[in-house]
């Protein structure tokens, strides 16, 4: 008897300011390699960012990956800020001329995917997810057709509350309104990656050896730009968030899958577990460099 085995795709809006941290191009760059592999089905690129160079450097990263069609958005208002990397990486073959407005685009690919199947990934501010839930029927629709939100952010070890801000966790505090009103009013699951399991003080960190990629890959590119010439190492938490949503938290995290995120005015917060609307956050193992490995894989396969 032939048996075939069939890899569920895992439906996926890639969301991320891609203006601060060269992190963002590797985290859609392993995106990307996991859709090759028939483990992802990319539905949209959109920038937190209002940096017009952001969602640029989103297409030339897709067409770098042979999917130049992929839909692109970016939000009317909010906050954009200087890159190093952005305008470099958007000089690289592409042909997007204006990006869509980024709730819009939002409300179409929800609007015709099947219930609970959509996974949204954030690793930049919540500027696009605020304003889809202050939409018309933008509540409602998220709640019927989103499986999970995926957001890179949070610190969740020591005091969470005083750390978070020692740390200076630009996802949360760059655009306040935007991740206060997203994190409150969200009306379904949420899973934070926070920075210890992915960033500081993690210890993990790749990017050295993307000099090994052409000099035409746009990963190996932003690198080389943010870091003013070789590539060098680079925490993995944008990345990190990418592999957790399509490949789950498997044997490399464990899960807190109680309680929820109480947060402040002034974007501190306590984990509180007086109620329990499907929040959880990621729990860091004992140091597992096999991660590493496991995106450095991904990235160098082109």
Known sequence: MLLLLVTLQVPVVFD??????????????????????????????ISSSTNPHTPRCMDAVNTFYRRPDLPVGAPKKGVGRKSKYAEGVAALPHDLQEPRDAAELYLEILGRRPDKSVTIVTVGYMTNLAELLRRPGGKELVEKKVKLWICMGGNFIGKPAKDDLKLGNVNFTTEKEGALHAIRNW???????????????????????FKELPASHPVRLSYELYFGGVPKDRHVADLVAVLVAVRGAGERWDVESKGYMDLKDDLTFEWRYDRDPGQAYLLKKAPDRAIEKELEALLLSR
């Open 16 to 45: 991320a300011d891609m203006e601060s941290d060269c992190d963002d191009v590797a985290a859609l760059g392993v995106l990307h390699a996991l859709a090759d592999r028939g483990e992802a089905e990319i539905l949209a690129t």
């Open 187 to 209: 009306p379904g699951p949420i899973l934070f990656a926070g920075r210890e399991v992915c960033s500081v003080p993690s210890g993990l960190k790749i990017g050295a050896r």
